[in-house]
């Protein structure tokens, strides 16, 4: 850097330009000193795109797999960090520390890693990076925590990493197991907490000892399909439990014929299966009333209880064909590039109706959807919650029809919203959007659809003066409002030509 600066300086009346190191004081200084007045620029940059039909929209949304594990990874290294501190000098050996999997999580923040458009070797790798750090942040968390039990001899502790497939040998098997919940964050929360088990009669015990309601609810279909031979489990318990700020409860888990001396004691209740008729198919609690179509399957209405406001509301999922080129740009849809063939995208559904099941207790209820063989959703409402839960699994897309597919899930309401959607910057603050808009540059619509794309890494919404609707998602994604009172997200994405960008 010496050489270049001495060189550039021996020319700079030739160049018109002295080079420095300098400091950002010394740069701000400069520029105050130049009387100039400086534009500010309030708006971001997204979407970007390097030619007319080539959005690069199509990254907020490949790999949600992997999107999703690095989100709950990063949740796992604050909660090491924090017990490392606390620890102090507990660590026992080199595998007992957080460094790794800070390591994984800074290799995983690269712009071909999380984005997901690497290819699948890399991405394997990089999970695979993820894995062994998130392995050693859990030897960390099972020291720190253990030693807070007991000092003289901890207890070990067994991490369920395969909940999202209901797989946890330890309390698929065990006739007892203690249920150990820790709280990072500084005030108390309340969690449901879900997991698998085989029966259905069990007794559940707070951390004082006294039996809390559970329930038990099955294991879906498809949960079965995607995990395959990995677990056996035909249900799962769920409970309340309450955690105080930076502090951890635990509760006892015992099966009901595991002695005598719960033959008095409150026992888990299972979750009934409703008979549908000819009327609305409703689930409620003590916020929120939510009904779906008796013909088609589908949500009709969400209704806050306590203001007696309705919003009238559609979900749907859909797919999008992607683009192998045209005649006036060669450009495909890809990992990088959204690009669909058409603006309109295709409904799942293979028949006029969604098979519908719906499931009640008095902690949760539950409407199970198949929209087609490889798409379907519960959607779940628990008890003294002001949201409900859309949980959907997409996969694995067909493709034998030679046709790729970005798949979305699109809710339509009576939201007066116009063109006007909000979406978060990096899960902070919230940036208003704007349909075929941009504030700073005139803006030349080429791809209606992948052109309002937007990254949603938290949270999207839609509002007017008298309702609102957010969607807050658990792993980046793309979304966007393309019409008045909808959200669309884009959920799964398969590519024929995998060789596009």
């Keep these: 850097m010496d050489k270049l600066i001495s060189y550039v300086n021996q020319k700079g009346n030739e160049f018109k330009i002295n080079v420095l190191y300098s400091t950002p004081s010394c740069y701000v200084k400069s520029l105050n000193e130049a009387g100039k007045t400086w534009p500010t620029k309030s708006d971001d940059f997204f979407p970007y795109a390097d030619q007319p039909h080539s959005y690069w929209t199509g990254y907020f949304s490949s790999r949600p797999a992997l999107k999703y594990y690095e989100r709950v990874s990063n949740n796992l290294l604050q909660i090491c960090k924090q017990l490392e501190v606390l620890a102090g000098n507990r660590q026992i050996n080199i595998t007992s520390e957080s460094k790794t999997l800070k390591r994984a999580m800074a290799v995983a923040q690269h712009h071909d890693a ?42 070990s502790f067994t991490f369920c990493t395969l909940l999202n497939i209901s797989v946890c040998p330890v309390t698929e098997d065990s006739k007892s197991f ?178 519908t099941k719906v499931y009640q207790s008095n902690l949760i209820q539950e409407v199970h959807q198949e929209f087609s063989p490889w798409l379907t959703q519960v959607v779940r409402l628990y008890k003294a919650q002001r949201h409900a839960e859309f949980e959907w699994t997409v996969g694995p897309i067909p493709f034998q029809d030679g046709f790729g597919k970005e798949i979305i899930t699109r809710f339509d ?77 884009m959920v799964n994405i398969f590519h024929i030509n995998k060789s596009h960008i």
């Design 413 to 489: 309401s009576d939201i007066k919203s116009g063109k006007q959607f909000f979406t978060d910057s990096n899960g902070r603050e919230i940036l208003e959007r704007v349909k075929d808009h941009r504030d700073t540059w005139f803006y030349n619509v080429t791809e209606p659809v992948s052109g309002n794309y937007y990254p949603v890494n938290s949270r999207i919404y839609i509002k007017d003066d008298k309702k609102q609707m957010t969607i807050l998602t658990d792993r980046s994604q793309g979304g966007s409002s393309l019409q008045e009172g909808s959200i669309e997200l």
């Design 178 to 355: 203690a249920v150990v919940v820790y709280n990072p964050i500084g005030r108390v929360v309340m969690q449901f907490v879900r997991f698998p088990v085989n029966g259905d009669n069990f007794l559940v015990e707070g951390p004082d000892g006294k039996p809390i309601t559970s329930i038990i609810s099955i294991v879906s279909a498809s949960t079965k399909a995607v995990r395959r031979s990995r677990g056996t489990a035909t249900h799962e318990l769920v409970f309340m439990a309450t955690v105080p700020a930076l502090g951890y409860n635990t509760y006892m888990v015992y099966r009901a014929k595991f002695t005598q001396k719960f033959q008095e004691m409150v026992f888990s209740k299972p979750m009934r299966e409703k008979a549908l008729s000819t009327s609305p198919i409703v689930i409620e609690n003590e916020f929120l009333k939510i009904t779906f179509d008796n013909n088609t399957g589908l949500l009709d209405t969400v209704i806050d209880t306590v203001s007696n406001l309705t919003m009238m509301v559609k979900q749907t999922f859909l797919w999008y064909n992607s683009s192998t080129g045209t005649p006036d740009s060669s450009q495909a849809s890809g990992a990088y590039i959204f690009r669909p063939n058409r603006t309109n995208p295709i409904p799942i559904m293979l028949r006029n109706n969604v098979l």
């Design 114 to 155: 999380v984005s997901g458009t690497e290819k699948q070797h890399v991405a394997d790798d990089y999970a695979k990076r993820l894995a062994i750090g998130s392995s050693h942040c859990q030897n960390l968390v099972n020291v720190s925590l253990g030693s807070f039990l007991s000092a003289t001899s901890p207890p």
